[in-house]
């Protein structure tokens, strides 16, 4: 047992718990106090005042683009989402404005005023070098001239990618809702409300253990609406982000709460209605910060309208960070003046008289009221500034009308990136052993079994590349539900091998995280029906970041998940789900159904900068195989011919392939000779090997464990189809899993998988 535990002895002692106070509103400096404080000086004043301009500039270019009232691009029809975030310019300004350029962030649908300011301010802090490497076209540009022009490029970009042309950010794949710049630490907005809160948990996770001693500590932004805290995997997150092992000296050599601050951009609305006083049930959301830490999580309420206030909070977390005692949780109050989106006339849900309130606490006319009233700034200085804005949006606008739409050619480029680790990056080549290897033994005839070639394959991968890291519900000290990872706690420590709470959503959604920011997770799910419980991440985050980001991020990571069917477990243990990630475009999907395979493929799987979901048969742990103890790696899209035959094409994998072969043999009795031909990985497929197969047999039957509807057999019987109608001497045939639930009974299940039995029906119908 783990020396971290203590004896659990039943305590029933009556006591009282309590929870922290939360500050609210707490900030009450006037802007020459801060001058004097020297917590922020003039042109820090001025860079805020000129960001929040920027954008409210861009925001007010899409209102009236829907008019035709921005003069500049008159010509021009703009089509796509317009969720303004008017009024809430105080709180991407604020916070932004204390970030490094290597701190980073992540935002949400509203979240083209994140974009800017995480920008505006990585670009305030860029030498000359640096800001030519941005932007090759100036290369013979200096100091402010320079800087100049690669903040209007920053906007174009901004601009171009909002209008869906090939030299916005994400190359027009993704659009406003997805903005990102990864060389400025932006992570990426998110269209699904509460989706980017695990993934930041995640950029933080390798935040907190990736430490080059010769920069400063990184630490991460996560903005994200009201909306967002009703959300499961936004609660997930924060429980997440508050685990023991972060801070238990007994646990972890690096003794380090997240460095994440959960920002909640509260503009009191979700999409087209309120949640305080209908469908949540408290007045203030910094009071999700308890419950999830004994002593809170660092909470505070504050005016979102002052840019000053949020900048304000913004240092204190950053110290609370450096500390090690993050996560810190910042309720950001504040305002949209517009509608969710433009179609939205917002009657419903608010009047004129409330929003006339807020726009008397504008964020940007009260700061420019106040660095003239204070007399920081002349007004000759201001309007300098706010022509400058206004000029260089309307530039950048009329240049990203002008610049080139991507080409229809092109239309799933960036879904898959080629590339692959190749090399592993000096710091991570060093092996940090704490423990004896945990080595597979071998019988005397070379055998290993399923699991164990698993097991092996992930050691020698976590040898080879530091960047690969383990996590999943109890795979550290227990080695996992099947026992898979027992031992590799030992081997490689705490630091890359560890427990998670049962939060699939945000155990897969903070291996996006760790992906993108350049490391390499494995991440377990116990059952693969336990993969529906994180879809959005797998699907909607991990299968799409390459693309919308116009193949600017990999996502290298491996989804492994085991199927259960085939033990009597019933309908929530036993499905064979690959077809559902076979239909989403953007992962690849494996399944090894022998040992050997499975070495050769999980080794692959790490090293492929894709993500891939890693299925695996837990009626096939057992099964044995020989297993060279050397290094070897299959490549995806290969299959392989299990069984060389004329008459009948079998195509076939997962634990069906054993039932194939038995079929083979006993069809080939009866004088039948049937090819089998076992994919290896979904997606890629090997066509190729198909095509070829079936050409010679001129019959195709097509089977999996998966239920027969909507199967991915049904995908690969119209492949066939097409691809080799003219040799088809007979109609092609699919067999699946009966169109129900999976029973526990026996009998029952032993009827709803295919049999060998069915196959051999199924092939006699061929012929
Ligand atoms: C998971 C999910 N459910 C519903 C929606 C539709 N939707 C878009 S924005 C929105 C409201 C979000 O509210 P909040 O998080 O407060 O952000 P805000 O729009 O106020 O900035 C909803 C429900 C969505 N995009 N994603």
């Not at 259960?564 to 929530?572: C, E, N, P, R």
């Amino acid at each position: 047992m783990g020396n971290y535990y203590s004896d659990l002895t039943p305590d029933f002692k009556m006591r009282e718990i309590r929870f922290n106070s939360i500050k609210a509103y707490s900030y009450d400096r006037t802007i020459k106090d801060e001058l004097k404080k020297e917590t922020v000086g003039k042109d820090s004043l001025m860079e805020i005042y000129e960001c929040m301009l920027m954008i409210r500039e861009f925001e007010e270019m899409i209102l009236k683009l829907r008019t035709g009232a921005y003069e500049c691009i008159k010509d021009y029809e703009y089509r796509g989402p317009t969720h303004l975030s008017i009024g809430q310019e105080a709180t991407s300004a604020g916070a932004c404005s204390i970030l490094n350029i290597s701190d980073y962030i992540t935002s949400t649908h509203r979240g083209h005023g994140d974009s800017i300011a995480k920008g505006y301010f990585a670009i305030r802090q860029m030498d000359d070098d640096v800001l030519r490497e941005r932007c090759p076209e100036c290369k013979d540009m200096k100091g402010g001239e320079l800087r100049e022009a690669v903040m209007e490029d920053h906007v174009f970009r901004t601009i171009a990618e909002l209008f869906g042309k090939e030299s916005g950010y994400g190359k027009g794949r993704g659009g406003g809702m997805h903005i990102f710049d990864f060389r400025v630490g932006h992570l990426g907005a998110n269209a699904i409300v509460g989706g980017g809160v695990p993934i930041a948990t995640g950029a933080a996770m390798t935040c907190r253990i990736d430490i080059d001693k010769s920069k400063p500590p990184r630490m991460l932004c996560c903005f994200a609406g009201d909306g967002a805290y009703a959300n499961g995997v936004v609660l997930e997150s924060l429980n997440w982000a508050c685990q023991d092992q972060f801070t238990n000296p007994k646990m972890t050599s690096i003794v380090k709460g997240l460095p994440i601050v959960y920002c909640v951009v509260n503009n009191h609305f979700g999409m087209t209605g309120r949640a305080d006083g209908e469908v949540t049930g408290v007045d203030f959301l910094a009071r999700r910060g308890a419950g999830f830490d004994l002593e809170n999580m660092h909470a505070e309420v504050v005016n979102g309208m002052d840019a000053m206030a949020v900048r304000d909070a913004l240092q204190r977390a950053r110290k609370i960070i450096e500390a090690g005692k993050g996560p810190v949780l910042l309720e950001l109050n504040t305002y949209r003046y517009y509608g969710h989106s433009l179609s939205d006339p917002r009657n419903e849900y608010r009047t004129k008289d409330e929003e006339e309130k807020w726009k008397q606490v504008d964020p940007v006319f009260v700061f420019r009221k106040r660095l003239l009233e204070e007399g920081i700034f002349s007004g000759k200085e201001i309007e300098t500034i706010e022509k400058q804005v206004a000029e260089r949006n309307a530039k950048a606008a009329r240049r990203a009308v002008d610049s080139p739409d991507p080409d229809p050619e092109d239309v799933i480029k960036y879904m898959y990136t080629d590339s692959f680790s190749e090399k592993v990056p000096k710091p991570y080549q060093k092996l940090d052993p704490k423990g004896p290897e945990p080595k597979v033994k071998r019988g005397s005839d070379g055998q290993i079994n399923y699991r164990d070639a698993i097991k092996e394959g992930i050691v020698e991968e976590m040898k080879r590349d530091a960047r690969v890291v383990l996590y999943g519900e109890d795979v550290a000290d227990y080695g996992g539900a099947f026992k898979l990872t027992k031992g590799l706690l030992e081997y490689f420590g705490r630091g890359r091998v560890f427990n998670a709470p049962i939060s699939e959503a945000c155990i897969c959604g903070t291996g996006v995280g760790m992906a993108m920011t350049g490391y390499r997770p494995i991440v377990e799910l116990m059952y693969m029906d336990f993969a529906l419980m994180a879809s959005d991440q797998i699907s909607n985050q991990a299968a799409k970041w390459h693309y919308m980001t116009g193949g600017n991020v990999k996502v290298p990571m491996v989804i492994r998940c085991s199927v259960g069917g085939g033990k009597g477990y019933g309908g929530q243990h036993s499905q064979s789900l690959e077809s559902i990630f076979c239909h989403i475009p953007g992962t690849y999907v494996a399944y090894p159904s022998n040992p050997y395979d499975a070495k050769g493929l999980i080794k692959t799987a790490i090293r492929d900068d894709n993500p891939v979901i890693f299925v695996e048969g837990q009626l096939l742990y057992g099964m044995k195989g020989v297993v060279p103890e050397e290094e070897y790696l299959i490549p995806f899209g290969e299959a392989k011919i299990v069984r060389e035959g004329t008459d009948i094409s079998l195509i076939v994998w997962g634990p069906a392939v054993q039932d194939a072969i038995k079929a083979a043999e006993k069809l080939a009795a009866e004088g039948l000779d049937v090819e089998i031909i076992d994919p290896r990985t979904l997606v890629p497929f090997d066509w190729t090997a198909v095509e070829e197969s079936v050409k010679k047999t001129g019959k195709a039957l097509v089977v999996s464990q998966c239920v027969d509807i909507g199967s991915y057999t049904g995908e690969i019987v119209s492949g066939i189809v097409e691809r080799c109608f003219d040799y088809l001497d007979a109609p092609v045939l699919k067999l699946g899993a009966k169109n129900g639930i999976a029973p526990q009974a026996h009998t029952l299940e032993k009827a709803y998988l295919p049999s060998v039995e069915d196959m051999i029906a199924a092939a006699r119908r061929l012929v």
